[in-house]
């Protein structure tokens, strides 16, 4: 399909080829991160856990994948004026990573209160940030703005078939590397980890189960599940912070198509879930990354007795804050 | 040699031999930890650095080595009655463990002072905490009296032979798999686990270099170093609290062999190093296995341009009170 009517069909989803294609793509560009057991964590969920470790990943979330793929997609015409994304979190690190590996120009939209360490992560890896007032008309105004400027071609967090294509590319590893797997869960926030990991699980197994974890506090995912159609955010007052994002109409159309339920946890369990992954694995994972073991601490997943892969989304925690810390 | 003419002598250290034996017999018992990379942290050392991840082997220390080696060392006979030792810290957790792999009761002597989250780690893993008051001689006292009463084995925390062949095999598998390496840095508490490094490093490659690393607030084994006798701790004020112990006469006689120097780390150094693994690696490690970083971050450590292992020893780091929040 060509690029303009790719992005004329706001519901076009990649397929199992365009992720393998994307795995190819990236691979010189991401880590092929472990996948770690931890049997006192076993214990407590009463199944076999297959920890995806995207925490250790380049930029330090999964996000590396996707944005590596978008990049590394375009022609040498379509590059060469930059890349340009609104993303206060990991992808316009991941944005600013991938686009450094390519050597082009790469902008990220940020409202001006986001937090100095989140600026940084994104300045030391060579973008230029664009402020912006915290609404999101603004956002939306500056990133036309800068590609009126500058022509460079805009990369969504979520909602751009070739960003769910690299996401979907940590799933093919862990099932290539956890035989046997009964299902598998990935937190939730604007969908793009959700959609790549279904339909690479889907397409390869119809039978492997596939369920999106997200905060009680910030449940449009599950609610939007149910509905059909995209329903805002109640309350952004999670920990989770990386789970903060409505779905659009294309990663709603491939998760109701692929994904078998949408579970919820609360801020105690995400809490608790993230600190026994501290405890006991130690590893740093950000709240985010805990929602799945919270849900399954928390009852929420029917998965007993199972082997089910975990995707440990990300590892950008605030060490100057821990969330057990009051 | 007979077991009663090696207690008799003091000095007695293991060669390679009993290292790749002690290798082989805890096999089943420990992980082969994973050696890791940090492009970032390499240039901020200007060094290719290998770590050894140790703070993710069973009890979240390197201890597990050399109290499974000495557990699974002993004859049937000698292992009716179980073992005992003196440790609030890693080690008293790492002998319940092997202990418990072998089926056999565990005792640990520690000051009633010692942190609740210290005694928890050695009772869940099913051993019998005798309390002493927090002098040497109470403790020496309260070991006798238990080895009298139960016929308990002392397996002592370092100054114990088997003890520190096991510790010497973390290094074995860390120049196994990291070719061309000109030096390898371990931390020194009491001197178990540089001795054993030191003995498998240099047997195998006596070109290698062996540093030690231990804080400037606890320079006991640097100063020991130099004196060629145990010279006491002049203060315990430093945050690795792995480290605040001296030497023996048995690994100050290994480390005058074999290693080529020990260098310090400031107090501001061991946290700076500890939060950039945390955050760059994203692992949790504690305060005594960020020293010899701490020594390169420092200029302490001349080894610019070179491939240098690194024992990162430990990974029980106490989550409410992390060394950057005051």
Same mark, same amino acid.
């Not at 399909?1 to 004329?8: F, R």
């Not at 519901?11 to 294609?21: G, K």
């Given at each position: 399909?060509?690029?303009? /009517?790719?992005?004329?069909d706001a519901?076009?989803?990649?397929?199992?080829?365009?992720?393998?294609?994307a795995q190819?793509?990236?691979?010189?560009?991401?880590?092929?991160?472990?996948?770690?057991?931890?049997?006192?964590?076993?214990?407590?969920?009463? !199944?076999? +856990?297959?920890?995806?470790?995207?925490?250790?990943?380049?930029?330090?979330?999964?996000?590396?994948?996707?944005?590596?793929?978008?990049?590394?997609?375009?022609?040498?015409?379509?590059?060469?004026?930059?890349?340009?994304?609104?993303?206060?979190?990991?992808?316009?690190?991941?944005?600013?990573?991938?686009?450094?590996?390519?050597?082009?120009?790469?902008?990220?939209?940020?409202?001006?209160?986001?937090?100095?360490?989140?600026?940084?992560?994104?300045?030391?890896?060579?973008?230029?940030?664009?402020?912006?007032?915290?609404?999101?008309?603004?956002? /939306?105004?500056?990133?036309? !703005?800068?590609?009126?400027?500058?022509?460079?071609? *805009?990369?969504?967090?979520?909602?751009?078939?070739?960003?769910?294509?690299?996401?979907?590319?940590?799933?093919? &590893?862990?099932?290539?590397?956890?035989?046997?797997?009964?299902?598998?869960?990935?937190?939730?926030?604007?969908?793009?980890?959700?959609?790549?990991?279904?339909?690479?699980?889907?397409?390869? /197994?119809?039978?492997?189960?596939?369920?999106?974890?997200?905060?009680?506090?910030?449940?449009?995912? !599950?609610?939007?599940?149910?509905s059909g159609?995209?329903?805002? +955010?109640?309350?952004?007052?999670?920990?989770?912070?990386? +789970?903060?994002?409505? *779905?659009?109409?294309?990663?709603?159309?491939?998760?109701?198509?692929?994904?078998?339920?949408?579970?919820?946890?609360? &801020?105690?369990?995400?809490?608790?879930?993230?600190?026994?992954?501290?405890?006991?694995?130690?590893?740093?994972?950000?709240?985010?990354?805990?929602?799945?073991?919270?849900?399954?601490?928390?009852?929420?997943?029917?998965?007993?007795?199972?082997?089910?892969?975990?995707?440990?989304?990300?590892?950008?925690?605030?060490?100057?804050?821990?969330?057990?810390?009051?």
């Open positions: 399909m060509h690029e303009a /009517d790719v992005a004329a519901l076009v989803l990649p397929d199992l080829d365009a992720i393998r294609s190819s793509r990236i691979a010189p560009h991401v880590h092929r991160t472990p996948v770690l057991r931890c049997r006192s964590i076993d214990a407590e969920a009463g !199944a076999e +856990l297959f920890f995806k470790a995207e925490n250790i990943q380049r930029t330090g979330a999964f996000k590396a994948r996707g944005a590596s793929n978008a990049v590394f997609s375009l022609s040498d015409q379509e590059a060469r004026h930059g890349v340009v994304t609104h993303s206060s979190g990991n992808h316009g690190a991941a944005l600013a990573y991938a686009a450094g590996r390519r050597g082009i120009p790469a902008f990220v939209v940020m409202p001006e209160s986001a937090p100095r360490t989140k600026q940084e992560n994104v300045r030391r890896r060579g973008a230029t940030i664009r402020f912006c007032a915290p609404t999101l008309e603004a956002r /939306d105004a500056a990133c036309a !703005a800068i590609q009126r400027e500058t022509g460079a071609r *805009l990369v969504h967090p979520f909602d751009d078939v070739r960003v769910i294509a690299g996401q979907g590319t940590a799933a093919l &590893e862990l099932i290539d590397e956890s035989p046997g797997l009964g299902a598998i869960v990935a937190p939730v926030g604007g969908g793009g980890l959700l959609s790549g990991t279904s339909i690479a699980v889907k397409s390869g /197994d119809p039978a492997v189960r596939v369920f999106g974890a997200e905060p009680a506090n910030a449940d449009d995912a !599950a609610r939007s599940f149910r159609s995209v329903e805002p +955010l109640a309350s952004t007052t999670t920990i989770a912070d990386g +789970l903060r994002t409505t *779905l659009s109409p294309r990663t709603l159309s491939a998760i109701r198509a692929h994904v078998d339920a949408i579970r919820t946890a609360s &801020e105690a369990a995400i809490v608790r879930a993230m600190r026994m992954i501290w405890e006991r694995m130690k590893i740093i994972v950000e709240p985010s990354a805990a929602v799945p073991l919270a849900c399954l601490l928390e009852g929420a997943l029917d998965v007993r007795g199972m082997r089910v892969g975990i995707i440990l989304s990300g590892g950008n925690a605030d060490l100057d804050r821990l969330p057990w810390q009051s």
